[in-house]
């Protein structure tokens, strides 16, 4: 063997030296994010009667133990608060959150970031709050002062949360004091007072998809006719940004491996364990899709409001 051949010989040897230490490097890092958590941790906000118990517990931490290749534990909060408290401590590494719940996290220590959120069948993400008149009694939204307008509880996302932080947001004149605001016992009473002509408009909501467009399968509007008011004598005058479903969210310091080892599993559980998707998420039957920070923008100004309201 001639010296060139000795040489590229002898570099060929020290490339694969090189590429195989970094494979060992790169499987030993990903084998210490597992010995690091050594438990990974899934808290859940219990049901309302449910105490400590989750329906199908043992099935789902099979499931995650299955995807992340290590041993899984659900812990079970009374409520949010002690839920955010959990995953702000590093003591769970996971949580279900909903979507005001998540942003009130985010604003707790920064930490988390969203994973996923469900959809509905119809392709639903999310709600946005609407501004719907009839007959045009209010003809837009720079008269609303001057006419009554129903608006649901003050806890109501849809119906005063999100269209009372919204509409200050875009510099309208409006508190939940307001005197033309007349407060409903519940959402039902106050589309009531719409179709009674006990006021001339009110505050509801609609499901939209991922374009930003209402699915037209539920929402105010959807129950208004149902009541028995015709479509076309309803007009929505304004519409708020939309409200992302609320997300499963990982602390943002968890490895890269592990949430992509989530992403994965929870992409694709609606299609492959559809049974463990029901037991995971009973309200929206579309399936989980990659979510962002930025698709809580809404949770975040109503969090921001409350908060500053309580100041």
């Given at each position: 063997m001639g010296k060139g051949e000795r040489s590229a010989a002898s570099l060929a040897l020290r490339t694969c030296a090189a590429a195989f230490a970094a494979l060992c490097a790169a499987s030993s890092a990903r084998a210490d994010w597992r010995g690091d958590i050594g438990t990974f941790r899934i808290g859940i906000v219990a049901e309302p009667g449910g105490g400590n118990t989750v329906p199908g517990l043992a099935r789902l931490t099979d499931a995650y133990t299955n995807a992340l290749g290590m041993k899984v534990e659900f812990v079970v909060a009374r409520?949010?608060?002690?839920?955010?408290?959990?995953?702000?401590?590093?003591?769970?590494?996971?949580?279900?959150?909903?979507?005001?719940?998540?942003?009130?996290?985010?604003?707790?220590?920064?930490?988390?970031?969203?994973?996923?959120?469900?959809?509905?069948?119809?392709?639903?993400?999310?709600?946005?709050?609407?501004?719907?008149?009839?007959?045009?009694?209010?003809?837009?939204?720079?008269?609303?002062?001057?006419?009554?307008?129903?608006?649901?509880?003050?806890?109501?996302?849809?119906?005063?949360?999100?269209?009372?932080?919204?509409?200050?947001?875009?510099?309208?004149?409006?508190?939940?004091?307001?005197?033309?605001?007349?407060?409903?016992?519940?959402?039902?009473?106050?589309?009531?007072?719409?179709?009674?002509?006990?006021?001339?408009?009110?505050?509801?909501?609609?499901?939209?998809?991922?374009?930003?467009?209402?699915?037209?399968?539920?929402?105010?509007?959807?129950?208004?006719?149902?009541?028995?008011?015709?479509?076309?004598?309803l007009r929505v005058l304004w519409t708020s940004a939309p409200l992302r479903y609320g997300p499963h969210a990982v602390r943002s310091d968890l490895d890269a491996e592990a949430k992509r080892r989530l992403a994965v599993f929870l992409t694709n559980l609606r299609s492959l364990t559809p049974d463990v998707y029901d037991l995971l998420e009973s309200e929206h039957s579309g399936g989980f899709e990659l979510a962002a920070s930025k698709d809580y923008a809404a949770a975040l100004a109503i969090v921001r409001r409350e908060a500053g309201s309580q100041e």
């Open positions: 409520d949010y608060a002690a839920l955010i408290e959990a995953q702000a401590s590093g003591r769970v590494q996971y949580a279900v959150y909903s979507a005001l719940a998540y942003a009130a996290a985010s604003e707790r220590c920064g930490c988390v970031e969203p994973l996923v959120a469900p959809v509905d069948a119809d392709g639903a993400v999310g709600i946005r709050s609407v501004l719907v008149t009839r007959d045009g009694k209010v003809p837009d939204l720079a008269a609303m002062a001057s006419h009554r307008i129903a608006i649901a509880p003050a806890d109501n996302v849809g119906g005063s949360l999100l269209p009372l932080t919204g509409l200050a947001g875009e510099g309208a004149k409006i508190t939940g004091d307001s005197p033309f605001l007349t407060r409903a016992a519940s959402a039902t009473a106050a589309e009531t007072m719409l179709s009674d002509g006990e006021a001339d408009g009110l505050f509801g909501w609609e499901p939209v998809g991922a374009d930003g467009q209402p699915t037209g399968t539920g929402g105010t509007i959807v129950r208004l006719e149902a009541a028995g008011v015709p479509k076309a004598s």
